[in-house]
């Protein structure tokens, strides 16, 4: 199922949210020019299941990526991986972005940054979505909101786990940035000091 959604100032969203260090994702209800679907399986891959035991934490963290694998389609149909997957025969599509959903959030009080691989969730395909911490390349530190350069950096996911990556691209092909171990995810177009978030125009 897709569908559009978004209505500015409507009675019952979050219009005014300042959030947390953990609300990436959060898909920006600007005007209609927004599209999301569902999935019905969410598996985690390997290095993003190392990373979040290191962590003690769980779940796909909210504003990451999400792959699925045209080899299988057919077979295994609503089937994403958060990280690109890598069996035999592979054949990866970045698919979006797993939304920032309040009620998803509050329904894990201890682990409120992420959604369970058994939940449903809200993938973003188009849109513009806000990011308040990322890897500066893959496997890089976390940097927040004050280390970003709209002017110079973009936003791409790291392969292996998903995560999103704010980065100078090394290199362009096809006018596409380009970034090693990482997929481009989409331009920088609006920083906000106030809420210590930049928004990403995604256009992968």
């Given at each position: 199922m897709e569908h559009t959604s978004g209505i500015p100032l409507?009675?019952?969203?979050?219009?005014?949210?300042?959030?947390?260090?953990?609300?990436?994702?959060?898909?920006?209800?600007?005007?209609?020019?927004?599209?999301?679907?569902?999935?019905?399986?969410?598996?985690?891959?390997?290095?993003?299941?190392?990373?979040?035991?290191?962590?003690?934490?769980?779940?796909?963290?909210?504003?990451?990526?999400?792959?699925?694998?045209?080899?299988l389609i057919a077979s295994a149909q609503g089937t994403l991986y958060a990280g690109v997957p890598t069996a035999a025969n592979a054949v990866p599509k970045l698919a979006g972005v797993i939304a920032y959903e309040a009620g998803l959030a509050s329904g894990q009080p201890a682990n409120n940054g992420s959604v369970m691989t058994w939940s449903k969730g809200k993938l973003i395909k188009r849109g513009f979505v806000a990011y308040k911490k990322a890897k500066a390349g893959a496997a890089g530190a976390i940097i927040h909101y004050a280390d970003v350069n709209d002017a110079t950096m973009v936003m791409f996911v790291e392969n292996s786990t998903?995560?999103?990556?704010?980065?100078?691209?090394?290199?362009?092909?096809?006018?596409?940035?380009?970034?090693?171990?990482?997929?481009?995810?989409?331009?920088?177009?609006?920083?906000?000091?106030?809420?210590?978030?930049w928004v990403v125009e995604l256009g992968f």
């Open positions: 409507d009675l019952t969203g979050n219009n005014i949210w300042h959030g947390t260090n953990l609300s990436n994702g959060k898909m920006m209800l600007l005007h209609t020019f927004n599209l999301t679907t569902a999935w019905s399986k969410l598996i985690i891959t390997t290095a993003l299941q190392a990373e979040l035991t290191t962590a003690g934490t769980d779940g796909v963290p909210f504003g990451n990526a999400a792959w699925y694998d045209r080899y998903g995560d999103p990556v704010v980065a100078v691209p090394t290199s362009y092909t096809n006018g596409v940035p380009v970034l090693a171990n990482c997929t481009y995810l989409g331009k920088i177009v609006l920083l906000e000091p106030e809420n210590e978030q």
